[in-house]
């Protein structure tokens, strides 16, 4: 209650009673959001009845994280322009649009905090010897870490102009996203698989698959595209342990491949595919690191991409009788 005869109160008052510094009553009401009411003869700052419930509005809503301009947009669609005048009902799309955004940004800044705190973790747990290493790999890492070097690798892999949709569809079963709460582990491998993918590019220091050249961009598109449902069909096998073995992951993994040639799955078009495909460069090192970076620890490994064409390759090699032994 105020205690001036005219309804006012100055903002030493306003302060005291809102638990607040003199110099932040100030503060917002040089920024428009405590509007005055009055100025003394003195000229003295004077406030009227609503100024301290919108103080304690504006100190809420500062303590969410919002910036003063978002504090203002809120203030004005609530329709608090003047002084404010008991309670009232806030929550109208301006503090949805700012809450959100601050949520977002939190969710960043916690999982930046967590990463580092697994870095730190992974350093202290290490060997003497090993942590100049870990130091070394962890310092190219951002944190929260971006994908973007997975990215640029195997943008270099694929075929030249395959076209957008199917590169994108590609990159998102090939790029693994960092956990948000990682093991000490997990950052590991995560850093060395970002090393990795910074050495050359194999598009350029190393050849390409057979397929590449096979199918062209189009048919690499319908290859990729084809080989993600096959690679789906086999994790169902690999998360049951259970042996390569013909069947309809391997009838769909041989389908991606006479589809983009444009030729009938026959048992010689298996006995040359297998053959392909022990002759094709491999990404063993990257597929192991996925594996680490996207499996919790003490958990069975989750399939990948790489894992599931091992996989269905083995089926093949079984199936065909061809030799099995891959390309260095």
């Known amino acids: 209650m105020l205690t001036s005869y005219d309804g006012l109160c100055g903002i030493g008052e306003l302060a005291e009673r809102a638990g607040v510094t003199v110099k932040t009553v ?9 509007p005055e009411a009055s100025r003394s003869t003195g000229g ?3 406030y ?15 303590a969410l994280g919002l910036s003063v301009p978002e504090v203002r947009h809120v203030l004005e669609e609530e329709g608090e322009e003047g002084e404010a005048g008991g309670d009232r009902a806030v929550g109208g799309g301006a503090l949805e649009a700012a809450v959100a955004g601050r949520l977002r940004e939190l969710g960043s800044e916690l999982k930046a905090l967590r990463w580092r705190e697994a870095a730190l973790r992974l350093v202290q747990e290490c060997p003497p010897g090993e942590r100049a290493d870990r130091l070394r790999l962890i310092g190219a890492v951002s944190a929260p870490p971006s994908t973007a070097p997975l990215v640029r690798f195997w943008r270099g892999w694929l075929p030249p102009r395959m076209p957008a ?16 709460d990682p093991a000490p582990a997990q950052v590991l491998a995560f850093a060395r698989l970002n090393a990795l993918t910074l050495a050359p590019c194999p598009g350029t220091a190393q050849p390409q698959p057979e397929a590449h050249r096979t199918a062209g961009a189009r048919g690499s598109a319908v290859l990729y595209a084809g080989l993600a449902e096959a690679y ?3 994790g169902v096998h690999l998360r049951r342990n259970r042996d390569p073995q ?7 993994f041989v389908a991606a491949y006479t589809d983009a040639y444009g030729v009938r799955d026959t ?14 460069p491999r990404l063993d090192r990257y597929w192991e690191l996925v594996g680490e970076v996207v499996t919790p620890p003490g958990q069975p490994p989750e399939p990948t991409p790489g894992s599931a ?12 009788g061809a030799s099995p032994i891959p390309a260095t």
């Open 44 to 46: 003295h700052r004077r």
């Open 165 to 180: 949709r199917a590169a994108g569809a590609f990159l998102d079963v090939a790029v693994p996203q960092p956990p948000d």
């Open 26 to 34: 100030r503060f917002y009401s040089d920024r428009g959001l405590l």
């Open 267 to 280: 048992p010689d078009f298996r006995r040359r595919l297998a053959g392909q495909l022990a002759a094709d």
């Open 309 to 320: 064409h091992d996989w269905l390759f083995a089926a093949l090699v079984a199936q065909t």
């Open 48 to 62: 009227g009845p609503g100024a301290l419930d919108r103080l304690r509005l504006i100190r809420s809503l500062r």
């Open 232 to 234: 789906e069909l086999a």
């Open 246 to 252: 013909p069947g309809e992951a391997l009838d769909g």
